[in-house]
């Protein structure tokens, strides 16, 4: 049944699943006009009647059987409105669940006129009457982002962001708004981070200078003692620490200078040590006199806050039998202890600091104005649009605060600085609604810019973006080509590679697979890397470098650096830096064959073409095969399969119900064979001799990876570029793609064969698209029930 | 043992006095002095991918029931153990829905809800057992519940046969469409516990920190609020949820009096253990400590998320634990699921003798808590929600016998325990989800 229903459709490797792919099937969709009438005629004439005769029996009036009244359907629109729920019913009927078999009269023909009738009603929409923006949910920034920002906004690299709680993916990645969620736990850390953040960034006056000496008198720890000229010192008579605390303003570099002189005896010179907070700095001898102290410097590196910083005396002597009574004990003493920083300020104070806090209050400017100045700067980029008079003056009053309670100007600005980091409009990418009465609205250029620059950099706007937003430039073609050309150009784009590819190549598993480390010792944390860094980069070169995006599946170099091509088995690549490589060289054929694919898409102990052409139809193909039926056992476990492998899985395919969709499955995976299950070439497996290569079910061979790589390259690029498109599509929007997407699609598609596919074609395409640019409700949405 | 782990251990019992407790004094309840009254803690414990049941499910019924293998590394804990058979998870079922069972195994697990069916957009599920209790009995505590897990969020959207990984990887439900995430790494959790890191916490003195935070959460509340009441339903949503971890944390910051007035014994960890047994038994460590502690009462743990892969070399496990589930019956695949449950109940007895060694009064910590362990799925092969595997370790405070196996009527809703466990807590709960009514015979 399911087979028939979709033979209507012309054949490709989507031809085996879901409706999904059903619903992106442009052919389908093309047919011309009147289409909308034709489908409503249709409900009327034959579904209805259908409908009412084998369901309304349980499923009508209010309290129908689980709360579905067909006979409140009465249109062919009404159907549409409620999609999601007739979705649901279709599968039930087509599974054969409804009407139940016991109560029901239903022939198979009717049965099958049904479902062909809903499907084509469901998923046959006239492209012209469904098309809309969409609206996605607004959203927060990512982890990834969120440091991203952080970095571009005030300089600091809050390394700890990488494990903010929360960022749940959806749709294959982790910017979609519906499942970025804000628990406590993050907001908390949101906080923290803030603080911490505003510390870093901007320096407080009292970091500025720093210079405390503290006096014998006033050390604690030894005993202290005026000498008679009145110059005081603490000794340190037995192994013991005199100590003082600072008040360090900020991290930094310091100076610590104990001035110190010693008592000598026994054989050795007396050995002191500098300390911070119980930890030992550094060590030196001492072998000044009290008639000439000596100061020992010692540069370090301090965190701000309380410090204890003292000298100790390490090596205490004490011989009461020596002859020479001089000789008899060995003493410490300290005469201050001081501490500075930097002589070179400007390099204790972060670079950030002039860019954040560019004004302070002086003869010519008030406090008022400078603060106001500072503070409208920063919400505005941090806000990424002109901060409101409103929102300035509220800012404003928090850092009233710190000035009324006697804080510095630049603690004033701190403060501003923390709060803007947890403000929602920072840490969301905030959209106005769709106004009352309007069914659709476009962004404003800030709005766009924002869109732009987290699509492209994963970070904000530049100031160049944000100009050409306020100057509204952004509202032309043609310059927001010339800002997708500059940005994509920009080193920051490499996010594509890192986020959207990564993602949508499912990399991230490699952090999740775990080849048995028995087996696979060669598996290490350097080799991952190296694994992935080869993926990105072939795919930031596409970027860069403005290729099509077939060279992904037929480039004919790659990149490795010495581990991954000893790896590969190729000796004679030198150094950790990756390096192109000719692929000829390596005996490889794109991306598929790249040992980070081949790795994720392998289980712990060994390989599995299942997987491995599951990945090829779901990633490359957006043809994803249906799960299998939970009542169909899985390869290992039927006892009577026997042999090889490949052996094994032809009698899995036997059982008609795995056929279908494993004969694709199979054979694609069984192309790779060559490859361990960390992407190593071999010829054999456990099993003997690899059995390698397999047969599409239109008779296409595929024998080896060279031949998969023909064959996808031949045959498929119209499905490659299709599920490329729609991939980036959704990590642009932030949003799944829904079925009044389908004609945009097909705009992008058609917008990027023009350009030969070129990587910026693809992404022109996108941001004029209606749904970057754009929100509006789609036409059938609603709760019908 | 890895040095940082016995680092960990010997910090037990030998106090470090963490600068920022600027009372030091032990709640003398706990360390002798009057008889305390005696504090409910709740744990909730979710293992992947179902259980072998020959090797769990005990023959006899009632009290002093045969251990299964499984369970024979808590055989030292039997006489604070509960087993329920019987139980069942409808949520969990398809409905109409396919596959996704794993996702629907986890989501459905704490909430009884039956999740809606989406990759990302308008997720639904429902409030889960423990944010319900967390709810009514956490304002006696510094946190109200601790969300705990080893496994961050799937690194994918493709969770599980169209389910988005927030069902796969959150079991915690504030609300229907709030997962609470939860926290893998101990080092966070430490500092949850006992305030953040000593160097944010050195750079301001801290009551201006916590002035300048609450200003902080003032401003924030009002934009907030300004720009909720500018935007659309769906993203309301998203701020309400904003504002709820405002109000959330502010609650905290203000409780100053429910500021924890213990000494941690132990070291703050070093990031996340590079070994899995390390791992969870650090958190365990951590999750003894704060029930000793009373940071929190309720406490979620997931071993890993919904349908998990990881191989379990350390008891010679060398394929993935999903993979092994779908067995078909093959005794191999079932000797090494099994292998795997055993490992997981072997760390729960780390646990186990973590609390019984802690005295509160003249009872020990495993006679005040009520751990419930299990996993939402039976039989890994078939997928099947009902005759669930499920535990309850720890006399409850006084409301729970211990070594009974309950043989609980065919399709009882798991539900029906937890509004049981609810109750004991003192609350009145008149039903939870799918609950018909509550589990009889645990005292």
Known sequence: MFRQTLSRLRYRLASITILFVIIFSSAELAIAQGLHQQQADKFKSVLQPLLAKHCNDCHSTDNAEGGLDLNRFKSYEDVLVARERWMKLLTRVRLGDMPPVADSQITEDERKTVVAGLEDILNNLDPSVVKAAGKPTIRRLNRFEYRQTVKALTGVDYEPAKDFPGDDAGYGFDNIGDVLSLPPLLLEKYLNAAEEIAVKSIATETSVKFRKKVDAKELTGGNYRQDRRGRGAVTLASEGTATAEFQIPAEGKYEIRATVFAQQAGPDVAEMGVVANGNQLKTSKVRATEREPFTFVCDCKLKPGKTTIGVEFLNDYFNAEAADPKDRDRNLFVVSIEVRNDPDVAKATPESHSDLVFQRPSDKITYDVAAEAVIKRMASRAFRRPATAEEVTKLKRLADQVKAEGGSFEEGMQFVLQAILVSPNFLYKVEEPIPAGQSRRELTTYELSTSMAYFLWSSMPDDELLASAWEQKLRTPEERQKQVKRMLADPRARSLAENFAVQWLQLRYLDVVKPDPKLFPNFTEELKSAMREETVLCFDEIVREDKSIFELLDSDHTYVNNVLAKHYGVNDVVGREFQKVSLSKLNRAGLMTQASILTITSNPTRTSPVKRGKWILENLLAAPPPPAAPNVPGLEQQKQLTGSLKERLEQHRKNPACATCHQEMDALGFALENFDPTGRWRTQDEWGKVSIGGELPNGTKVEDAKALQKVLVADFKDEFARCLVERMLVYALGRGLEYYDVPTVDEILAKAQKEDYRFSAVVTAIVESEPFRYRSLPKFQGEMK | ?443
């Open chain 2, 1 to 443: 043992m890895s040095t940082s782990r016995r680092r960990f251990l010997q910090g037990l019992g030998t106090a470090i006095a963490l600068p920022w407790f600027e009372s030091l004094h032990f709640r003398s309840s706990v360390f002798g002095g009057e008889t305390p009254e005696r504090k409910l803690r709740y744990g909730f414990f979710y293992v992947p991918n179902g259980m072998h049941m020959p090797d769990w499910r005990p023959e006899k019924k009632g009290i002093n029931f045969d251990l299964k293998p499984t369970l024979q590394g808590l055989a030292e804990y039997q006489e604070y153990m509960t087993i329920l058979s019987g139980c069942a998870l409808n949520g969990g079922r398809a409905h109409g829905d396919g596959p996704g069972d794993h996702a629907r195994a986890v989501a459905s697990f704490l909430t009884g809800a039956h999740a809606k069916k989406t990759g990302g957009a308008d997720i639904k599920n429902g409030e889960s057992i423990d944010q319900l209790i967390a709810n009514r009995i956490g304002n006696q505590t510094k946190l109200a519940s601790l969300e705990l897990g080893t496994e961050p969020s799937a690194p994918s959207g493709h969770c599980d046969s169209g389910y988005s990984c927030v069902y796969t990887s959150n079991m915690s439900w504030r609300t229907e469409t709030s997962p609470v995430a939860k926290e893998c790494n101990p080092g966070s959790v430490f500092d949850r516990m006992f305030g953040a890191g000593q160097e944010a916490q050195d750079a301001i003195a801290k009551s201006k920190r916590e002035i300048r935070k609450k200003s902080v959460l003032d401003f924030v509340t009002e934009d907030a609020e300004a720009l909720k009441r500018k935007l659309g339903t769906g993203d309301q949503r998203k701020l309400d949820e904003y504002l709820y971890a405002v109000r959330d944390v502010e609650k905290r910051i203000s409780a100053v009096k429910k500021e924890v007035d213990f000494v941690p014994t132990i070291e703050r960890p070093d990031g996340i253990p590079a070994s899995y047994e390390e791992h969870v038994k650090i958190m365990f460590d951590l999750i003894a400590l704060s029930y000793q502690a009373d940071v929190t009462r309720v406490i979620t743990f997931m071993y890993a998320n919904a349908g998990s892969n990881r191989p379990y070399p350390e008891v010679e496990v060398r394929d993935g634990h999903h993979d092994l589930s779908h067995h078909g019956k093959n005794e191999e695949k079932q000797k090494k699921i099994a292998q795997i449950n055993k490992f997981h109940i072997s760390l729960f007895a780390h646990l186990c003798e973590k609390l019984k060694g802690i005295k509160e009064g003249e009872h020990s910590l495993l006679d005040n808590v009520v751990l419930m362990y299990g996993s939402g799925i039976s039989d890994g092969d078939r997928h099947n929600h009902d005759d669930l595997p499920i535990m309850l370790m720890g006399r409850g405070a006084g409301h729970v016998s211990g070594n009974r196996h309950l043989l609980l009527e065919k399709e009882t809703p798991l539900t029906n325990l937890y509004v049981t466990m609810a109750e004991m807590s003192g609350e009145k709960v008149d039903s939870f989800s799918d609950s018909d009514g509550r589990v009889k015979g645990l005292s």
